[in-house]
């Protein structure tokens, strides 16, 4: 499919915030346990003054529908389960998505044993999907992000980070856990969520070229 560079900012696994997602291994959680997905391929409307979630659009390759990135978010009880990828409402097809690289080593070494089933599981999934997408609602979200909220998404995220690195990484790792990384962690995590926090606060804010960023 092909968007018009001036009206469309095209987002694929060479952008910096989908590279994130690639080689993040904290997101193969996100993905592999919640369901998350990011697709191939989104557009952002740079022509329209409002927050990117507002603005943001996802292709069908399939019967290529331009459909609304909030088509697939926790507002519609869709942002989740999404294991086979993002289901189309429109053709009922999957629209293909990346897949964070832990992810993929993950289900790699896995294969033997749920690869058997791959082909049910998914006929399972997919039946399940038209139901979850009859009434969808795109009316404005509430960005958790938003004012001094992104402190304490970054706190809550630094949190989950410093348990699972510091914590439960080296349990399933067998290294030991000495003082040190205790210690050390705390401002690591706590300078790395803040940025985390700000970042995705300016990143879900960003407006469109009419405005001023
Ligand atoms: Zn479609």
Redesign the pocket.
Known sequence: MNFDPKKYKIYTWKSGVMLHWIINPGLAINELILGQRIPKVSLEDKTVDKPRVERSYVP?P??K?LHDSRTWSTQNGTGFKNWFGLY?P??G?VIPCLMNAFTFIILAVTFPLWGWFRGILRKVWLDKQAQRFEQLGFESVYNPFAGSGWVKQGLIWAAFMYVLMTLIFPLLTNDPITQKDVLVGVPIWLVGGLIFGYFLKRFMDKKGDSAVT
């Open positions: 069908c399939h019967c529908t189309c429109d053709c097809e």
